[in-house]
């Protein structure tokens, strides 16, 4: 997730972790502090076989069937749906990640997985961007979790080891969704705190 607001000035990254370091690498009058949550930072991201597949099935000429197949799948099959979706985003056995999630959390997650769209997004998101991180001179933290597959956690070790004035939270997450589980209350509070 990507915010970048001047009244509040900071910027938050998720999928978009390089865009808002970026913005306050350039313009660091508009952004006070940046929250990096399971972020991809300025090392090599996807791996070939994910920036292959991930060309294939989310260009922009054959990415609205390619969620609205998903889409489907997640109405007729939630269970099934869901499984398909978390087995990229956490190295934890697929059923594991599952029996962590409460009910309204495997339910919210498939309302998110049904209601996206990447349009030209995720393609954009994989090509090499320029690595400004040790021009952020905000303070910034840094979440992400070891369970992470979709974003390796040696991208959070490198912005940490970059950006001059970085935190790192290490999330207990089993997956790149750090928001689902039982240890989002931390990072809840950490958050509240970094931004008081």
Known sequence: MFRARQRRRRADGGAGGRTALSLAA?????????????????????????????????????????????????????SL????????????PVGQVLRNL????????????????SGRGFVADMLPVPDCAAQVTQPTLVMATRHD??????????LVATIPSAELVVSQADSHMIWFGPGYSRLAATIAAFLA
């Open 102 to 117: 409460s009910a309204a959390e495997r339910s919210l997650l498939i309302c998110l997985f049904a209601s996206m769209r």
């Open 81 to 92: 749906g869901l499984r398909l979706l978390l087995r990229d985003l956490s190295v934890l």
């Open 26 to 78: 350039r313009h660091p009058h508009l952004v006070e502090r940046v929250i990096l949550q399971s972020s991809v930072g300025f090392l090599p991201w996807p791996d070939r076989l994910t920036r292959l597949g991930g060309r294939a099935v989310f260009d922009g000429r054959v990415e609205a069937g390619t969620w609205a197949i998903l889409r489907l799948l997640l109405r007729v099959a939630p």
């Open 149 to 158: 597959r979709s974003v390796p956690f040696t991208h959070a070790e490198s």
